[in-house]
């Protein structure tokens, strides 16, 4: 059983003043060092065969770190890249699918360690593609509550090592990548992005998602909107959305949201500006939607990289 614990009072609005301050994406085409490391790749090999016997599933015959990366190396960098020096964060949530090669980690309370201000951090996992927009609602009922956070943190990360089938269907990433979303109080000059609606509707399917999205939606100028590869073959159905990208297959996770720091990363537009992001999860049919209003003031403090940085 997971379980989630939220203040008192958050089901109210958040701050006015509180919004998404700071995106940043990294792509980790290298593996880990750890994956290189002998010692470490034996305990994780009596670590996964022991915990793959009792459901009759096995090891590949290659060795279970090769290629991995290790979320909390991964989210080091990104906290580096998205929290502002002389900056504190109140609250951390990371978000990922696939397990990495440090299992024996509690990566949620080492990057609590590591994060400037020694945040509340906790970790969302098993929710497919599903997994970062809950985040984003544990963190939107955190904002709204009376604790007075100031400032919290969304990491989304994946990584493509998975040495065994895991009996169901898993979509497996092609590279490792990470995106992280600063929220917080805005600082004077930075563009106005608030966080508007975010839900999961479980048991839907793609045919539902023009219907999901109409009521987020202004003038059909006034919308873009990013779909998760999952939901590609829905794109021409949303001919009067304004515009519509999609996200490159091969990022179950982190598609949409690498998407959005792109967006962030651009000019700031003309006209005030609704950012939509859909994805949908085949295999537990769930459909998930976030919004994100767009000001046309000064350009937001994003960061966007596509390596490692050195």
């Known amino acids: 059983m997971t379980r989630a614990f939220v203040p008192h009072r958050a089901g109210g609005e958040v701050p006015a003043a509180w919004g998404l301050r700071r995106a940043a994406r990294l792509a980790f085409p290298a593996p880990a060092a750890l994956a290189g490391d002998a010692a470490h790749t034996e305990r994780l090999r009596v670590y996964l065969t022991d915990l793959l016997r009792p459901y009759g599933l096995g090891l590949d015959t290659d060795s279970p770190a090769r290629g991995g990366q290790s979320y909390g190396e991964m989210a080091q960098a990104l906290i580096g890249l998205a929290v502002p020096a002389g900056e504190s964060v109140d609250l951390l949530v990371l978000a990922y699918g696939i397990p990495d090669i440090t299992p024996g980690r509690a990566t949620a309370t080492y990057l609590s360690h590591v994060c400037p201000g020694g945040p509340l951090a906790f970790a969302v996992s098993d929710q497919g593609s599903a997994g970062a927009f ?19 943190l969304l990491l989304v990360v994946e990584q493509g090592s998975l040495p065994y089938d895991p009996g169901v269907p898993a979509a497996v990433p092609a590279v490792a990548r990470g995106v992280a979303l600063l929220f917080g109080e805005r600082e004077p000059g930075e563009r106005r992005v608030d966080l508007g609606p975010v839900a999961t509707y ?22 873009t909107v990013v779909l998760g590869a999952g939901l590609a073959a829905a794109a021409p159905r949303l001919a009067g959305a304004g515009r519509v990208r999609t996200a490159g297959a091969g990022r179950p996770g982190t598609g949409v949201w690498w998407e959005l720091a792109g967006e962030l990363a651009g000019p700031p537009p003309a006209a005030p500006r609704r950012l939509v992001l859909a994805d949908h999860d085949e295999g537990l049919r769930r459909l998930s939607l976030a919004a994100f209003d767009v000001g046309a003031t000064a350009r937001t403090g994003a960061a966007a990289a596509g390596g490692r940085p050195r």
């Open 134 to 152: 809950t985040a984003l609602r544990l963190i939107r009922a955190y904002a709204a509550g009376d604790g007075g956070m100031r400032r919290a």
């Open 202 to 223: 479980a048991r839907s399917d793609p045919a539902a998602l023009a219907a999901r999205l109409a009521p987020l939606g202004g003038g059909p100028e006034q919308v």
